[in-house]
């Protein structure tokens, strides 16, 4: 699946000048932004050089990076601001974990998972296996995944049982279909219909210059709260609630006021030419796009980001963008929405710690953070 779909889905770091704090007062919110280094203790920290593969601990106390070069799981104290442990991975035998992971979340009882589009390995901090499925090869009564649909690499483990939430596409258009719910325990998955998350759809580009395809989408991003597992996309602002216990599914417009809400022009759905779909993807990224919904349960609001491209990387300078902070209150009522100037790049890898928006930011390869406070 890998070797046929490059899946582009906007993952930069924001920049930010300079080091300490610096403040900024819009209406109602005020931010001021400073920056700290992680310490890795003479180690190489490949962290500094990317997170995507990584999950938080709930407290947000840890960080979990995997090191897909040297299999190691990379333990990271963000209190201590410092590496705590490595521990290594087997990718053969009975623990292995393969070699080609896709994505690392932190399951139940503090377990870690590693998976792809085709199998879930699940192990504890001792790197021994407790739980392996392969989706081609399931047991389930029923039908599992199709060879014609793709479990995306995005998983929301549920607190009972080993029961995950995931988003289903096809695999020949890269078309969202619904997501599903999968209970591996008692073999059963059930799909969870949401209409309007197709809006998606309408944005997706294969790029197909000869032998090779590719698909350029507008992710579909979940983020558990409590007992409800929060839906939302990068192409629209609306939100979506499941609730876990009564399977039910509510959606919330949410409108900033200050941007338009998301894409809103028509693109081609096939292009071949590389001059074409530079141009394509150059006016799509023009308009408003969402980053993922985050939770700070100390104030009960929502943040996100959300960012339009105005310039295009050229002669070795990189692209930038404008960029919007919306927050929410619990029940995604927008509080304020305002423009940051002092980011020009967007992100999709930053959470709330200790009532500040912590942001990854590579330091020269080394791990840092750049830290928003908002009042």
Known sequence: MRGRFLVFIGFLAIACGGSGEDKEDFGQ?????????????????????????????????????????????EIINLDALALEEKIKISTEGPNGVGTMVNRVSLAKDGAVAFYNSLRLDILNLEGEKIFGFGYRNHGFEEDFISPNQYLSN?????????????????????????????????????????????????????????????????????VKVDRKILISNAARGMVQSYDIDDRTVLSKKVDSKIFTDGIQGEYKKHIESQEEINDETWRMDQEIQFSPLIWDPQSKRFYRFSHQKILRAENGNPSKFKVYLTVMDQELNVVDAVEVPSFSKKTNDHFVKDGKIWIYENMEDELGFLRLSIN
């Open 29 to 73: 919110v005020s931010l001021s932004l400073d920056t700290v280094k992680v310490d890795a203790k003479g180690e190489i920290l490949m962290a500094g050089a990317s997170i995507f593969l990584s999950d938080l601990s709930p407290d947000k106390d840890y960080l979990y990076n995997f090191d897909t070069k040297n299999s190691l799981l």
């Open 154 to 222: 995005q998983l929301v483990f549920l607190d009972q049982g080993n029961e995950v939430v995931g988003v289903l596409y096809s695999s020949k258009t890269m078309d969202f279909q619904s997501l599903v719910r999968i209970d591996f325990d008692k073999k059963k998955i059930e799909k969870i219909d949401i209409p309007e998350l197709s809006i998606v759809n309408d944005f997706v580009i294969n790029f197909n210059p000869g032998n090779r395809s590719m698909y350029f989408i507008q992710p579909i991003y979940m």
